[in-house]
């Protein structure tokens, strides 16, 4: 039994500290870490301050768990790419996929990542440093293996990577420019269907390798 009230006692801590942490995307995203308040955040999950400030004791406390679920959720679609096994285009055609939906289903969360680069990331720049660089090497060393191969043009698989980075993520940190460009009030889901297929065509052309050079062509 007492067992049973711990493991009760934990999912009801996970389910506060979510509920908590969907608030605090939102604050953050609309205010800005300076303009964000522990008080704010916690009035609007229905919380006193000093309730919230037990599962967080500061702000800088609640903005890193924040980020740290967006850097999670980007690291393991990365790591999916670093499979020399698997097709190329396959990968990349899954990750582009992945990271539009993410955009479309969590924009507040990748707003507050954009803002905190944009600014120079000051509170996040060590966890980039250390969590994203060694991936991204890992890609790119795995890119290498795919072109050495044969399986993918020689292209400068840092900038391809930035370029997917730019043109999946802009769809949730731009949206509001995108929306009133096409004349609506948000974005639909048409829409990042349609720029999937844009997308993914832009990147399996960068990579595709000439017929000739496969061996292919008559």
Sequence with gaps: MPTVKINRRLLNRDKLEAEITAEAVRVFAECGYEGTSIAT???NAGLSKQNL??????????YQ???????????ARMESLADAAQDPREVLRAYVQAKLKFSRENP???????????SGAPLYGGQIQSRVVPLVRKD??????WIAAGKMA??????LLFAIWAMTQS???????MALVLNRKQLTKKDFDDAEKVIVDMVLAAISVPRSACGDAP
């Excluded at 400030?53 to 609640?62: I, V």
């Excluded at 768990?65 to 690291?75: H, K, Y």
């Excluded at 769809?171 to 420019?177: E, L, R, T, V, W």
């Design 41 to 43: 955040v916690a009035e």
């Design 53 to 62: 400030m037990y599962y967080f004791p500061t702000k800088q406390a609640l």
């Design 65 to 75: 768990r924040v980020l740290d679920e967006v850097l999670d959720e980007w690291l």
């Design 108 to 118: 507040w969360a990748s707003r507050v990542y954009a803002m905190e680069v944009i």
């Design 140 to 145: 790119i060393e795995v890119f290498e293996q």
């Design 154 to 159: 020689p292209v400068n698989a840092t900038h």
């Design 171 to 177: 769809y949730a940190d731009f949206s509001a420019q």
